[in-house]
T-cell receptor
Framework: GAGVSQSPSNKVTEKGKDVELRCDPI?????LYWYRQSLGQGLEFLIY????????KSGLPSDRFSAERTGGSVSTLTIQRTQQEDSAVYLC?????????????FGPGTRLTVL | RKEVEQDPGPFNVPEGATVAFNCTYS??????FFWYRQDCRKEPKLLMS???SGNEDGRFTAQLNRASQYISLLIRDSKLSDSATYLC??????????????FGAGTQVVVTP
């Protein structure tokens, strides 16, 4: 079946511009995560959506970052006034909560380069 | 101290050999553990889940040592295709801990001919 998809796969932007990254989770998955991964580093948690609960935004590095999840499905991560340190791969993952197989499925990521 | 720590490696392994490496975690209440593999410039993919003392899947064996708070991954009969970065993921004990997964920075394994 279809996995997690993300778009765009690559994004090059100029410092100060806003960007929007999209994540389409696996159909029916109620949990959705955003992470970012800088070159050679581990995954940094950004935000977590679970069903209709208020999202856990504790990982967002600044107020320039925001995310929403419409209709419990597609999610958009928005970075305003991008900075060079925002350059990273942004990974989305989804999970079918409430099952015995607690597996996160990752999308291919969006590679963001801020010039 | 990081909540999940891994030796970054690289572990250079001759093809056919066995390699093992550990992941230590700081939260003694952690309940679930996972090993993901991540190929270069690719997304992480689940390799194994570890809920009790260990798990085995073919050439891969994961063991959990709660007393010393570490999990290990052992790869037997290494293949060239095993070359990747192996990420350790730790989940806490509370029901909302799915939002608090802790990722290690990964251990790089390079299998050589």
């Amino acid at each position: 079946g279809a996995g997690v998809s993300q778009s765009p796969s690559n994004k090059v932007t100029e410092k100060g511009k806003d960007v929007e990254l999209r994540c389409d989770p696996i159909s029916g998955h109620t949990a959705l995560y955003w992470y970012r991964q800088s070159l050679g580093q581990g995954l940094e948690f950004l935000i977590y959506f679970q069903g209709n609960s208020a999202p856990d935004k504790s990982g967002l590095p600044s107020d320039r970052f925001s995310a929403e999840r419409t209709g419990g499905s597609v999610s958009t991560l928005t970075i305003q006034r991008t900075q060079q340190e925002d350059s990273a791969v942004y990974l989305c993952a989804s999970r079918l909560a409430g099952t015995s197989t607690d597996t996160q499925y990752f999308g291919p990521g969006t590679r963001l380069t801020v010039l | 101290r990081k909540e999940v720590e891994q030796d970054p490696g690289p572990f250079n392994v001759p093809e056919g050999a066995t390699v093992a490496f550990n992941c230590t975690y700081s939260n003694s209440a952690s309940q679930s553990f996972f090993w993901y593999r991540q190929d270069c410039r690719k997304e992480p993919k689940l390799l194994m889940s570890v809920y009790s003392s260990g798990n085995e899947d073919g050439r891969f064996t994961a063991q959990l040592n709660r007393a010393s708070q570490y999990i290990s991954l052992l790869i037997r009969d290494s293949k060239l295709s095993d070359s990747a970065t192996y990420l350790c993921v730790v989940k806490g004990a509370t029901t909302d801990s799915w939002g608090k997964l802790q990722f290690g920075a990964g251990t790089q394994v390079v299998v050589t001919p």
